[in-house]
């Protein structure tokens, strides 16, 4: 009963090379999220959609971009990845009083 | 922004309650605390959130001082499985932002 699903779970790409990051959510959740998550460092936020209303952290770089076709669909794009964009990626979901829901992760190595 | 100070590490004998603290002295009045716990590899996982009352469940119980400066998570006995990073969050007033702090370690010890 998987309720915040991302894929893939391990995702390898070339330096420069564009890359997708999908986010599914069966919780008919208003707001996603994606954290970019480094080794032993907390969460951090990238920006968030409230329905369509996309909402872009002021330090997220430019190279990273996001969509949201529908509710239930999120994704992130990485135009042209670096050596330091490799990370693990995280996708949330919140709706109005309720607690925010975590898929487990992607963990994207850049080549 | 609100921000969470936590220690960077603590141990914790199996069995016994396990008390993370956590520093908000910043938190505006209508701030919700949330806790989460991320064990290796998976994303993070709700535990319990509060405002102003001190807050129990299933899985633990949060206290949060009179002026809400400051809140402690307490898992009333620790098991081996209990071992994870734990992060104080702060959701913002208003808008939908969580903000986490750096986690404490939690390693339990049998």
């Known amino acids: 009963d998987a309720m915040v699903i991302q894929n893939p779970r391990y995702q390898v790409t070339q330096f420069g090379k564009p890359v997708t990051l999908s986010c599914s959510q069966t919780?008919?959740?208003?707001?996603m999220y994606w954290y970019q998550q480094k080794s032993s460092q907390a969460p951090k936020l990238l920006f968030h959609?409230?329905?369509?209303?996309?909402?872009n952290e002021a330090d997220t770089p430019d190279n990273f971009q996001s969509r949201r076709p529908n509710t239930s669909f999120c994704f992130l794009d990485i135009r042209s990845p670096g050596l330091g964009d490799a990370a693990m990626y995280l996708c949330?979901?919140?709706?109005?009083?309720?607690?925010?829901?975590f898929g487990d992760g992607t963990r994207l190595s850049i080549l | 922004d609100a921000k969470t100070t936590q220690p960077t590490s603590m141990d914790c004998a199996e069995g016994r309650a396990a008390n993370l603290p956590c520093n908000h002295s910043?938190?505006?009045?209508?701030?919700?605390v949330y806790w989460y716990r991320q064990i290796h590899s998976q994303g993070p996982q709700y535990i319990i959130h509060?405002?102003?009352n001190n807050e129990t469940n299933e899985m633990a119980s949060l206290i949060i001082t009179e002026d809400r400066k400051s809140s402690t998570l307490i898992l009333p006995h620790a098991t081996l499985r209990d071992t994870a990073v734990y992060y104080c969050?702060?959701?913002?007033?208003?808008?939908?932002?969580?903000?986490f702090g750096t986690g404490t370690r939690l390693k339990v010890l049998a």
């Open positions: 949330a979901t919140s709706g109005y009083n309720q607690p925010q829901h």
């Open positions: 919780l008919n959740h208003n707001v």
């Open positions: 959609y409230y329905d369509k209303d996309f909402n």
């Open positions: 910043t938190i505006s009045g209508n701030e919700y």
């Open positions: 509060g405002l102003k």
């Open positions: 969050i702060v959701l913002i007033s208003g808008t939908y932002k969580y903000i």
